[in-house]
């Protein structure tokens, strides 16, 4: 399908997914939360995608709101708009769709992730950064929050000293360091970068997709779960795999010694 502010390919099993308005670092507007929840159903709905790729055009990732977007327009010493409304229209489903994806995903940050870009990397299943990239938790420097869901993975990833810093402190913390705090899952030296996405976007789309999902799944509920409840939870998923063409190629392909055929199913 055509579309105006954002990229989508698919090739290999992976689909790559790219916000593409290099001019506004990236920024989302109106038009483009349609265009990205349209790629994320499209995605959603094709059975040839194993994987996803979430990444940026140009120098940035994703600089967040556009303060300059039509459909919430700020005029100084006037009443605000309802950022509140803003959040459930267009972030609360965009982080749902990531969140609720049939196959598992990469955010590729290849340049600043501040604000909302911030949190939607962090929506995503892996992340992987350029070292030249860095996050942005910009809010307070606004008098606002960390929306897009960063409330709550913040402190989930790295605690809630360093969440704590982050929100109120607005400090750029540069890819490294995300990295070595538990953010993110690593940093990429700038002429690798490429190659590293390219090779994890591969071994997650030949990889068992179910098995993936589930674990996200899982991995998400722990944090709401006694022990008693996340077992057996683990238990409901394990016998479902069990049962899955997946496993049971995985098993055949470990006991013949050679490597396994995933097909997702």
């Known amino acids: 399908m055509p579309f105006e502010h954002i990229l989508l390919t698919v090739d290999g099993g992976v689909a790559r997914l790219t916000l593409n308005r290099p001019d506004k670092m990236n920024s989302f507007h109106g038009a483009m939360h349609a265009e990205v929840r349209a790629a994320l159903d499209a995605v959603q709905a094709d059975p040839a995608v194993r994987a996803l790729v979430l990444t940026g055009a140009g120098r940035a990732f994703c600089a967040g709101q556009d303060l300059a977007d039509p459909d919430m327009p700020f005029v100084p010493g006037e009443k605000a708009p309802d950022l509140g409304e803003l959040v459930e229209k267009n972030y609360k489903p965009l982080i749902l769709r990531l969140q609720n994806l049939r196959v598992p995903t990469v955010a590729a940050v290849n340049g600043m992730a501040a604000g909302a870009g911030a949190s939607l990397a962090l929506a995503c299943d892996l992340v992987v950064a350029a070292k030249s990239a860095s996050f942005l938790q910009a809010f307070s420097k606004i008098g606002l929050i960390p929306d897009t869901g960063g409330t709550w993975f913040l402190p989930q990833r790295v605690g809630m000293a360093r969440a704590m810093g982050l929100a109120l402190l607005a400090d750029r913390l540069p890819a490294q360091q995300a990295a070595d705090w538990g953010l993110i ?14 090779a994890v976007a591969k071994q997650l789309a030949s990889g068992p997709t179910k098995a993936y999902v589930r674990t996200r799944q899982a991995m998400q509920a722990a944090a709401s779960h006694t022990l008693e409840q996340q077992l057996s939870m683990e238990a409901g998923f394990m016998r479902e795999l069990g049962w899955s063409h997946d496993c049971n190629e995985g098993i055949t392909a470990f006991m ?8 997702g199913a």
């Open 185 to 198: 899952w690593s940093a990429v030296d700038d002429a690798a970068f490429a190659g590293a996405v390219e």
């Open 256 to 263: 013949g010694k050679r490597a396994p055929r995933f097909t």
